[in-house]
């Protein structure tokens, strides 16, 4: 298995160009399946979660063009099968996202239950409770999510908690329903804003988008569209956090400083000059040490529960003691145990992680766990003296596009080292 290694100790310095959000194109892209003629995806990111939503739509006889720019053309018009297997679904727990169109445009589909994850249990009752308010027969049989349906109907779906990919599901079965859906304590991120932003730019009537009442009104058919996706927000606070755990100061370019709100004021808080343009976000530590920052995860527009694992890294080497309390997964502290490795000083208290910062910590080797957790290794390891080697990185190209290209751009010393 592939591994990262990095020679720590170097403050960053320079531009970064950030990609398109993971989280939001992997649902516009499931939304695909909805229309009625081909839709045209541009900023793409290039990651491992793409490719396999890509497969996935494939194998359902989706047609998939991809140009030498990352642009998706896809059209979903020879669909056929609407089935999303196991052997793909616990890679990629987002994939999910297609239970919605599936069951709204086609009217059946099969789709793998998510399962368990390194972060925590994550269930899918909340989707499954909206679709069966709008009408869909659901069964869960063999470990798989069977729903059908003729034409389904608006309805008030009231969500017990945000949740972000079942606001999604639910919304892009709604679109196709006959009449009004409202949907009641709906996830306000702005992954579910981009979704619903494109799905009005195929026909849809979507309203309340970046609130918590979204309005759906149903529509007979939705037509095809060119849709650029938004930047990564995570992707972005993942590289300011870079900048700041190495005293170091770092451009943002191509990105969105508005949706960052929360993320930019810890870092000011751990003592970063932070400055936004429009699409540019900078960073200057001016050589400094951070200090350490308490966080609290909870759904947009407060602290995201994404972001969590990078400022654990960061407060390792931070000036005093930072509390890091995790809200949204109650298993989400892999990371700790491979940060202790390198001479961080931790303690776990249920969902909550007290870091003390200490002066320095020393390279070694690792493995990454899950998505974030592997960002924030790779941060440590950029400070961490020596050399830090990171196992299993597998993880981090679902969801960072060439990381260790785009780190080395900001002069780390970081290499991939092949199976
Ligand atoms: C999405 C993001 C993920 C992010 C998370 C929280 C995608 C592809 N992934 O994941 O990166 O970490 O939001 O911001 O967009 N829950 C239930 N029942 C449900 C659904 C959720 O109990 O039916 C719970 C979850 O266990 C969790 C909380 O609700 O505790 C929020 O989860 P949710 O927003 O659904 O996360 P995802 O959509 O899976």
Same mark, same amino acid.
């Given at each position: 298995?592939?591994?990262?290694?990095?020679?720590?100790?170097?403050?960053?310095?320079?531009?970064?160009?950030?990609?398109?959000?993971?989280?939001?194109?992997?649902?516009?892209?499931?939304?695909?399946?909805?229309?009625?003629?081909?839709?045209?995806?541009?900023?793409?990111?290039?990651?491992?979660?793409?490719?396999?939503?890509?497969?996935? &739509?494939?194998? $359902? *006889? @989706?047609?998939?063009?991809?140009?030498?720019?990352? +642009?998706?053309? #896809? %059209?979903?018009?020879?669909?056929?099968?609407?089935?999303?297997?196991?052997?793909?679904?616990?890679?990629?727990?987002?994939?999910?996202?297609?239970?919605?169109?599936?069951?709204?445009?086609?009217?059946?589909?099969?789709?793998?239950?998510?399962?368990?994850?390194?972060?925590?249990?994550?269930?899918?009752?909340?989707?499954?409770?909206?679709?069966?308010?709008?009408?869909?027969?659901?069964?869960?049989?063999?470990?798989?999510?069977?729903?059908?349906?003729?034409?389904?109907?608006?309805?008030?779906?009231?969500?017990?908690?945000?949740?972000?990919?079942?606001?999604?599901?639910?919304?892009?079965?709604?679109?196709?329903?006959?009449?009004?859906?409202?949907?009641?304590?709906?996830?306000?991120?702005?992954?579910?804003?981009?979704?619903?932003?494109? &799905?009005?730019? $195929? *026909? @849809?009537?979507?309203?309340?988008?970046?609130?918590? +009442?979204?309005? #759906? %009104?149903?529509?007979?058919?939705?037509?095809?569209?060119?849709?650029?996706?938004?930047?990564?927000?995570?992707?972005?606070?993942?590289?300011?956090?870079?900048?700041?755990?190495?005293?170091?100061?770092?451009?943002?370019?191509?990105?969105?400083?508005?949706?960052?709100?929360?993320?930019?004021?810890?870092?000011?808080?751990?003592?970063?000059?932070?400055?936004?343009?429009?699409?540019?976000?900078?960073?200057?530590?001016?050589?400094?040490?951070?200090?350490?920052?308490?966080?609290?995860?909870?759904?947009?527009?407060?602290?995201?529960?994404?972001?969590?694992?990078?400022?654990?890294?960061?407060?390792?080497?931070?000036?005093?003691?930072?509390?890091?309390?995790?809200?949204?997964?109650?298993?989400?502290?892999?990371?700790?145990?491979?940060?202790?490795?390198?001479?961080?000083?931790?303690?776990?208290?249920?969902?909550?992680?007290?870091?003390?910062? #200490?002066?320095?910590?020393?390279?070694?080797?690792?493995?990454?766990?899950?998505?974030?957790?592997?960002?924030?290794?790779?941060?440590?390891?950029?400070?961490?003296?020596?050399?830090?080697?990171?196992?299993?990185?597998?993880?981090?190209?679902?969801?960072?596009?060439?990381?260790?290209?785009?780190?080395?751009?900001?002069?780390?010393?970081?290499?991939?080292?092949?199976?």
């Amino acid at each position: 298995m592939a591994s990262i290694v990095i020679s720590g100790g170097k403050p960053l310095s320079g531009d970064v160009w950030i990609s398109g959000a993971k989280n939001a194109v992997l649902p516009i892209l499931a939304a695909c399946l909805l229309a009625d003629e081909p839709v045209t995806l541009g900023n793409v990111p290039h990651l491992h979660d793409v490719t396999t939503t890509m497969e996935l &739509l494939g194998q $359902m *006889g @989706a047609e998939l063009v991809v140009d030498e720019h990352m +642009r998706i053309r #896809v %059209d979903p018009r020879p669909t056929s099968r609407f089935f999303a297997p196991y052997e793909l679904v616990k890679t990629m727990r987002a994939a999910i996202v297609v239970l919605g169109p599936l069951v709204a445009k086609y009217g059946e589909a099969e789709v793998s239950l998510p399962g368990g994850c390194a972060i925590g249990s994550r269930p899918v009752d909340q989707h499954i409770k909206g679709l069966r308010t709008l009408g869909a027969e659901i069964s869960v049989e063999n470990g798989y999510i069977k729903a059908r349906a003729k034409r389904l109907k608006g309805a008030r779906v009231t969500m017990d908690m945000a949740t972000v990919t079942g606001t999604e599901n639910i919304m892009m079965a709604a679109v196709l329903a006959k009449g009004t859906t409202v949907i009641e304590n709906a996830a306000e991120e702005p992954e579910v804003c981009d979704l619903a932003d494109c &799905l009005n730019r $195929m *026909g @849809a009537q979507i309203s309340g988008i970046g609130t918590t +009442r979204l309005v #759906v %009104d149903g529509v007979e058919r939705l037509h095809g569209t060119e849709y650029d996706v938004l930047p990564d927000r995570i992707e972005t606070g993942t590289f300011l956090v870079a900048g700041a755990i190495t005293g170091g100061r770092v451009r943002a370019k191509h990105t969105r400083p508005e949706v960052l709100k929360s993320v930019l004021s810890k870092l000011e808080d751990a003592g970063a000059h932070v400055s936004t343009d429009t699409d540019t976000i900078e960073l200057d530590m001016r050589g400094k040490r951070p200090r350490a920052v308490d966080v609290s995860t909870a759904p947009y527009p407060a602290f995201p529960t994404d972001m969590q694992a990078q400022f654990t890294a960061l407060n390792c080497v931070a000036e005093g003691t930072g509390v890091i309390t995790e809200n949204v997964f109650e298993n989400r502290f892999m990371h700790v145990q491979e940060l202790h490795r390198l001479g961080a000083d931790i303690k776990l208290e249920g969902n909550t992680a007290i870091v003390r910062g #200490v002066p320095k910590m020393s390279g070694a080797q690792l493995m990454a766990t899950d998505l974030r957790a592997s960002a924030s290794l790779v941060l440590a390891g950029l400070v961490a003296d020596g050399e830090t080697v990171v196992d299993r990185i597998y993880h981090i190209d679902r969801g960072y596009e060439n990381i260790e290209e785009k780190l080395g751009g900001l002069g780390a010393q970081i290499r991939r080292l092949p199976t």
